[in-house]
């Protein structure tokens, strides 16, 4: 029987109201796409993607001290030639220290993102909350070029602790950054960013979201576009970076599933819902809903 294509399966779920773009930002990571037109997620969709996490290889050691050693022929040629140096007003010539012994590179961890897409309705919340258990990670969405968005991303984030383990990882996205730039082109008539006309329409700053990042305890703040894939990749991975550094550090019972963490050859699922296929769940439902 073949061994997993990952390390560790990490649940991590999107947040925020509706139409910010969550199932966007979805889709654009597990599928390299982006979708115009989609209907509004209901309850929740799921998606997957497997990404490397971890440094490359181990930093070497840092070369050993010069100390005093017992004089050789080296060290008399040496000599003599700073002798010759200093008569003739030159500086002596730079010996380098002989290389550090190489050590073999350290092969990165894979760790499989199970994304859980929630619906931003508040018809809806009763439900999505239920799905907060159990996770290690979020993205808290807002529009950036809706503020009303933005105001509301305190409110998910406290119905998310309330719920979730109390070490998630939380990062702040600010979406739809095509939008939101001096240089947006006119006549974008994107049915997801629900904008006709062009222009930079942003209503929030970064240095409020920032601001807010920081008042709040959030790991960070990234603007994405789910559109041209700006600042998508970034915003997964520092989530998954920052897990896999919880993983190193002990923080999660990998034998238990409510901690949103497992590794390979460990019972049961991720987040509560044991033997869940992600494959065809996102295969099934990964291409519609907007959020």
Known sequence: MSSAPWDYIAKLVCIGDSGCGKSSLTIR??????????????????????VSVGPPHSTPPPPPAAGPSPPTDNDTATASTKDDSSKSGLPPPRTL??????????PQKHMKLSLW???????YKSVTRSYF??????????????????????????DLRQIAEPDIVVVLVGNKADLASPNSPDGDGDGEHGQEAGGNKREVTRAEAEEWTKRNGVLEYVETSAKSGEGVEKAFMRVAERIYQNIQ?????????????KGPGTGGGVGGRAGVSLTNA??????????
């Open 29 to 50: 990571l597990c599928e390299g796409r982006f979708v115009t037109h989609h209907d509004v997620t209901i309850g929740v969709e799921f998606g997957s993607r497997i």
């Open 117 to 123: 897409d929630t619906a931003g309705q508040e018809t």
């Open 133 to 158: 258990r159990g996770a290690s990670g979020a993205l808290l969405v807002f529009d950036l070029t809706r503020k009303a968005t933005f105001q509301h991303v305190t409110d998910w984030l406290n």
């Open 282 to 291: 996102a295969a099934k439902s990964v291409g519609g809903g907007c959020c």
């Open 97 to 106: 220290p002989p290389p550090a012994e190489k050590l073999p590179a350290q």
């Open 249 to 261: 550090a002990g923080k999660y019972d990998l034998n238990d599933r409510r901690s949103g963490v």
